[in-house]
């Protein structure tokens, strides 16, 4: 009978290693809460801030069309969903071509990259692009 009263004293104590163990888990478990509470604190509560520009030097001409590459990116703290980004090129003639693009989604901090096509040399006329509208998911 005092065989069992033994093993449940030796049973109450933790070994060293069983501590260090226990102590990484909670400093981990801590890290994980506090960066999950941080970020829904942080940016996650801002909007989709969209921002389009056009890469100029990289407009290229191939079998008389022109490529004109551009970039979204999304700052804020939310995704943005359908993100409608057009294109307007003009002249003293009036609107000459215009075209748009949808981009499914955009997360917070992503960058994408298109390109439109135009029959008309962007470099002879005012080229617009723009974030026209998105919807949150």
Same mark, same amino acid.
């Given at each position: 009978?005092?065989?069992?009263?033994?093993?449940?004293?030796?049973?109450?104590?933790?070994?060293?290693?069983?501590?260090?163990?226990?102590?990484?888990?909670?400093?981990?478990?801590?890290?994980?809460?506090?960066?999950?509470?941080?970020?829904?604190?942080?940016?996650?509560?801002?909007?989709?801030?969209?921002?389009?520009?056009?890469?100029?030097? /990289?407009?290229? &001409? =191939?079998?008389?069309?022109?490529?004109?590459?551009?970039? %979204?990116?999304? @700052? *804020?703290?939310? #995704?943005? /969903?359908?993100? &409608? =980004?057009?294109?307007?090129?003009?002249?003293?003639?009036? %609107?000459?071509? @215009? *075209?748009?693009? #949808?981009?499914?989604?955009?997360?917070?901090?992503?960058?994408?990259?298109?390109?439109?096509?135009?029959?008309?040399?962007?470099?002879?006329?005012?080229?617009?692009?723009?974030?026209?509208?998105?919807?949150?998911?």
């Amino acid at each position: 009978m005092s065989d069992h009263s033994c093993d449940q004293a030796n049973s109450s104590h933790r070994s060293p290693a069983e501590w260090v163990s226990f102590t990484i888990s909670l400093f981990i478990l801590i890290t994980i809460v506090g960066l999950v509470t941080f970020r829904g604190l942080g940016r996650d509560s801002q909007p989709p801030i969209l921002c389009v520009t056009i890469k100029q030097v /990289e407009i290229r &001409q =191939v079998k008389g069309q022109f490529y004109v590459p551009f970039t %979204v990116t999304n @700052s *804020g703290g939310r #995704t943005a /969903e359908s993100v &409608q =980004v057009v294109a307007e090129l003009t002249t003293a003639g009036g %609107v000459q071509e @215009s *075209g748009e693009q #949808t981009i499914n989604f955009l997360s917070s901090g992503e960058i994408q990259e298109g390109a439109f096509i135009f029959s008309y040399p962007p470099q002879e006329g005012d080229l617009k692009v723009r974030v026209a509208s998105y919807k949150l998911p």
